[in-house]
């Protein structure tokens, strides 16, 4: 299984202001994957991050709001842009290995006040 | 495109009394399933996965799952449920071929003594 870690692992943040979460996998994947979980509900996916090109983005997201990086094999980030209120939720990554399981991070809680 | 549905949104049973957590996915096609769990404030655990093969999975922790294409569900049981099982489960579902996962909606499984 892969080690996933994240950083920050919460913050509380001002509206307007842009937040990047870290997400750093202890061995090299092809894709990693960004999900949203807002408070009390299940998890959504935000984008698909493959290294060396451009991240996919699913329905009702977007680049300028939620840019992501995928510089090597084993990093990426996910900024969350001119926040609002609303961009409050757990934010998590994650990788599939070679068996079709899904790893994720502890998740990065943030707070937009 | 995939859904899945959790049907109980809570689930309230005594210790040592069995419990079903209900999943039906809404694709035609083959597919991957998924039981995760999510204690409080911790990232999400798998518990178990169904590729192929035998329709009853077993997992981690004493649960397992049966996957039942008939009925498109993948539910999940354990015959004696201990306080430490409190927590979120979510049911999730990949198509084969595509690594993203779509998740339901979680259900809260809540113990009493």
């Known amino acids: 299984s892969a080690v996933i870690s994240q950083k920050p692992s919460r913050d509380i943040c001002q509206r307007g202001t842009s937040l990047t979460i870290q997400c750093q996998v202890d061995?090299?994947?092809?894709?990693m994957f960004w999900y949203r979980q807002q408070p009390g509900q299940s998890l959504t996916l935000i984008a698909t991050?493959?290294?060396?090109?451009?991240?996919?983005?699913e329905s009702g997201f977007v680049i300028d709001k939620f840019p992501i990086s995928r510089p090597n094999l084993t990093f990426s980030t996910l900024t969350v842009s001119n926040m609002s209120p609303e961009d409050s939720s757990i934010y998590l990554c994650s990788v599939q290995s070679p068996s079709y399981e899904q790893y994720f991070g502890p998740g990065t809680r943030l707070t937009v006040t | 495109a995939q859904s899945v549905t959790q049907l109980d949104s809570q689930v309230p049973v005594f210790e040592e009394a069995p419990v079903e957590l209900r999943c039906n996915y809404s694709s035609s096609v083959s597919v991957y399933l998924f039981w995760y769990v999510q204690y409080p404030n911790q990232g999400l655990q798998l518990l178990l996965k169904y590729l192929s093969g035998s329709t009853l999975v077993k997992g981690i922790n004493g649960f397992e799952a049966e996957f039942n294409k008939s009925q498109t569900s993948f539910h999940l049981r354990k015959p004696s449920v201990h306080i430490s099982d409190t927590a979120e489960y979510f049911c999730a579902a990949s198509s084969q071929g595509a690594q993203k996962l779509v998740f339901g909606q979680g259900t809260r499984l809540t113990i009493n003594p």
């Open positions: 061995s090299q994947v092809t894709m």
């Open positions: 991050a493959n290294q060396g090109s451009e991240a996919t983005y």
